[in-house]
């Protein structure tokens, strides 16, 4: 019999997430991060080559794939750098980088600032029908910015970045993109003039996708004063936090609330694909330092269900649209099946606590801890075939249960 307070679902994908291995295995290891992902729901995640050494020779993909099928966990699929090193300086051997299964290509962390190799990446791109994830951030603008630039900044005295920061880039790569062809993916988009360049370029026919972290739907620059109130609660309610938490700093930064209720704008009309979750986890002494000594980044995989459930209870999308975003748009995104054994069962309605002790995540680097939120994955059911570019189906051969 179903339980009516649970809803079924694919499993779901995760384009954006760092597992740390190799060079930060204090903050990550591919196992943990791929045990994790499972405990968000997360069947498949697509790992980013920001490591040390970074992910940019087809030895290195290889290493990463035998280690992730060895470590069990959710599928995890292999993200290789753009440039050589991520130094921006010459492009890696895409090709072989392809032919050694990484699924797309990213300097993730950084964008290619040099805009005619980025030309060259998004022609490579189309030649070869890979997929460039790009970092919008224009870095003179952005600068030594540890927060979003606004009202908030100046109150509390932190250097900003602006939201143009983001927007000329996002600007600058739909040029190139319409310039040179190619399959353009902006990830973690977070303010509502890039939504809106996004929507205005897929209407002209760029072949152009995004992504948004459940951060950037639920939280606002004010979490980085203290607030603690989802963008979707009456701030007066909520007890605050202290100010200046480095758990709140995250590159691009939390936005104002009119960008917030952009980006659920932009997911309800299908301008944004998928939600990917940024997973940035780091180890503490990169994090309880001063707010602007601390890395960037949230450990993000375990709590990205509820964030946006919380936006689904407010009204701001459907229920469809968000599972839609998690699922067959990030399927979508990367030419892929949706894995047919990977299958979730989710309680919208469990309450739970999230505490360090509880995230399977090494990081325990979010703002979101002693926090009770709404809605979790129970049991997760993982095909164990190999992820296949569209046409073939996968079949299921594990049982997870929480
Ligand atoms: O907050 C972030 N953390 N943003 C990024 O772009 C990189 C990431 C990381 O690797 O820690």
């Known amino acids: 019999m179903t339980d009516p307070a649970t809803v079924n679902s694919p499993g779901f994908i995760d384009l954006h997430a ?7 295995e204090e903050a990550e290891t591919i196992a943990t991060g791929a045990r994790a992902a499972i405990g968000g729901g997360f069947t498949t995640i697509c790992a980013m080559p920001n490591t040390e050494p970074a992910i940019d020779s087809p030895g290195l993909v290889a290493e990463l794939l035998s280690r ?17 090193g991520r130094r921006g300086k010459e492009l890696a051997d895409l090709v072989e980088l392809a032919a050694a299964g990484a699924v ?11 805009p005619r190799l980025f030309r060259h990446a998004l022609e490579y791109a189309r030649t070869l029908g890979l997929l460039v994830i790009e970092h919008p951030q224009d870095l003179a603008l952005s600068a030594k910015g540890v927060m979003h630039e606004g009202a908030v900044s100046a109150r509390l005295g932190l250097p900003g970045m602006p939201a143009a920061a983001e927007e000329t880039a996002v600007a ?19 303010t509502a003039g890039s939504v809106e360049l996004v929507r205005r370029a897929k209407a002209e026919g760029i072949a152009v996708s995004c992504d948004v972290t459940p951060h950037h739907l639920a939280m606002t620059d004010t979490w980085v004063a203290g607030s603690r109130a989802f963008a979707w609660e009456d701030p007066h309610k909520i007890p605050s936090a202290p100010p200046y938490e480095s758990s709140t700093k995250v590159n691009p930064p939390l936005r104002t609330l009119a960008d917030v209720r952009a980006l659920w704008e932009g997911l309800a009309d299908g301008t944004i694909d998928a939600i990917a979750t940024d997973h940035a986890p780091h180890a503490s002494v990169r994090k309880d330092v001063e707010y602007d000594q601390a890395a960037f980044g949230i450990s993000g995989l375990e709590t990205a269900l509820p964030l946006v459930l919380g936006g689904v209870r407010a009204g701001w999308a459907s229920l469809e649209v968000v599972l839609g975003a998690l699922t067959t748009g990030p399927a979508r995104v990367l030419g892929i099946e949706l894995p047919s054994g990977d299958r979730l069962v989710v309680e919208p309605d469990h309450e739970w606590t999230v505490t360090a002790e509880g995230l399977i995540s090494k990081g325990k680097n979010t703002p979101l801890l002693g926090r009770t939120l709404q809605g979790r994955v129970r049991d997760v059911a993982i095909g164990r075939a190999r992820m296949e570019k569209k046409g073939a189906g996968l079949g299921a051969e594990a049982i997870a249960g929480r």
Request: aromatic share 4%; glycine share 12%.
């Open 104 to 114: 797309a290509f990213s300097d993730d962390g950084a964008p290619v600032e040099d």
């Open 18 to 24: 760092h597992l740390r291995e190799p060079g930060f």
């Open 172 to 190: 600058r790569d739909l040029a190139l993109a319409r310039l040179a062809g190619g399959r353009l993916h902006l990830t973690h988009l977070s």
């Open 68 to 84: 992730a099928a060895a470590a069990g966990g959710a599928r995890v699929l292999a993200i290789a750098t753009i440039t050589r």
